[in-house]
Structures are given as structure tokens and as C-alpha cells.
């Protein structure tokens, strides 16, 4: 079984509609992360959480708000989908701090398209 | 802050040719760089890590790296391709805020 599940795996939805998209993980790691991916720009950071309780936004937030519901479960909300955000998204975790390997771990990612 | 410049989009070799991605970066701490690959439709795999040991990263299915400061490069090489390595590979940074930055991809293409 995958360490990092991801669903939809595929969306397809209006301009204007406010949509979820849900990561979970049996890694039990505190940090987890979401990026989406467009051809030619790779992936960057929408928003992390290094706890719980702790959420930061990151390199490219607008449009989008996060909530981490336990320590497995990280979701994606847009609040009103528009087209420029059609994407490739990824969740992902990484090690805790102090074992040194930085390491990121991803899921298969969702496929999400607005029309 | 940190940033990467993968040197290509595409990159086509023949099989049992030589491949190389480059990978260039910026940081102002030391950093710990990484190379994923992307086959078709599925989510990003590590193919292989730097984290200040070794300066020769060797990963899996025959590829390897080296991390040369002096350049701040971190070039990937397999030195036969095979068709199976047909994907897009994303080298990518990090330091001590835990936060990887990503180059924009290399499309890899394998011929006959």
C-alpha cells in the first residue's frame, strides 16, 4: 500500500466552484507539503505544515487555503476555482528533523482541471 | 533562498548512449540536493540524494550524480540509457528550512 495516498486522482470542475483535494499518510511524519506542477515551471510550494498546529504559506498561496485535520491528514481547498489553476498537484511529506536526509516523499497527485 | 537552473528542457539519446542532466544551483547555506524522475502519468521517485557525505551519489537504476561546489553543480549521468528511462527528471534543492525548490524539468526521450 502507498505511504501517501491522494484523492481525487483526477477532477474536473467549474469556474467559480470551491473544491477539496485530500492527502493522507501512514508514514507517520509531522512535516507534510503541497505543490502543484505546470509544464516548463516544475513543482512549487503552496503551503506547508511542520505540525498540526502549524501552517505557512508558501512560494505561490493565493487562491488557496490549507487544513490539517490530524497528523495524517493534510488538505487542499480552492475557494473558487478559476482556469490558471488547472495543475498537476502533489502532496508530500519528509523525515523529521535531526536524521539528516531532507528527504521528500510524494504521492501519485491529483489531475485537476477547471473549465 | 535557494534556486535551481536544469540546462535543457529535452534532452534525446539513443539507446545505450551517454545521458546527462545538468543541474545548477543557488544557496547561501550549504545545501542537500536531490534528483526525482516522473515516468508517465505517475507521481515524482527519488532517483538519488546529496546530503554532505559522499560528493559521488550513486542511485538507482545506474544513475549517479556529483556534487561539485566548486561549480555548484549537481550533473546526473547513467552511462548506457535504456527505453525504460524515458520520463522527466527534476533536480531540486534544499537546506535547513526543510523547503525544496524544484528546476523546471528535463524531458527525457530514448531512441532506438
Known amino acids: 500500500d502507498a505511504d501517501v495516498t491522494q484523492t481525487p486522482r483526477n477532477r474536473i470542475t467549474k469556474t467559480g466552484k470551491r473544491i477539496m483535494l485530500e492527502c493522507s499518510q501512514t508514514?507517520?511524519?509531522?512535516?507534510m507539503y503541497w505543490y502543484r506542477q505546470d509544464p516548463g515551471l516544475g513543482l512549487r510550494l503552496i503551503y506547508y505544515?511542520?505540525?498540526?498546529?502549524?501552517?505557512n504559506k508558501g512560494e505561490i498561496s493565493d487562491g488557496y487555503s490549507v487544513s490539517r485535520q490530524a497528523q495524517a491528514k493534510f488538505s487542499l481547498s480552492l475557494e473558487s476555482a478559476i482556469p490558471n489553476q488547472t495543475a498537476l498537484y502533489f502532496c508530500?511529506?519528509?523525515?523529521?528533523?535531526?536524521?539528516?536526509?531532507?528527504?521528500?516523499?510524494f504521492g501519485p497527485g491529483t489531475r485537476l482541471t477547471v473549465t | 533562498a535557494q534556486s535551481v537552473t536544469q540546462l535543457g528542457s529535452h534532452v534525446s539519446v539513443s539507446e545505450g548512449a551517454l545521458v546527462l542532466l545538468r543541474c545548477n544551483y543557488s544557496?547561501?547555506?550549504?545545501?542537500?540536493l536531490f534528483w526525482y524522475v516522473q515516468y508517465p502519468n505517475q507521481g515524482l521517485q527519488l532517483l538519488l540524494k546529496?546530503?554532505?557525505?559522499?560528493?559521488l551519489v550513486k542511485g538507482i537504476n545506474g544513475f549517479e550524480a556529483e556534487f561539485k561546489k566548486s561549480e555548484t553543480s549537481f550533473h546526473l549521468t547513467k552511462p548506457s540509457a535504456h527505453m525504460s528511462d524515458a520520463a522527466e527528471y527534476f533536480c531540486?534543492?534544499?537546506?535547513?528550512?526543510?523547503?525544496?525548490?524544484f528546476g523546471a524539468g528535463t524531458t527525457v526521450t530514448v531512441r532506438a
Open positions: 508530500a511529506t519528509s523525515d523529521p528533523p535531526g536524521q539528516g536526509t531532507y528527504e521528500q516523499y
Open positions: 508514514k507517520g511524519h509531522d512535516r
Open positions: 505544515s511542520f505540525d498540526v498546529k502549524d501552517i
Open positions: 544557496s547561501s547555506v550549504p545545501p542537500y
Open positions: 546529496y546530503t554532505s557525505a559522499a560528493t
Open positions: 531540486a534543492v534544499t537546506s535547513s528550512d526543510y523547503k525544496l525548490s
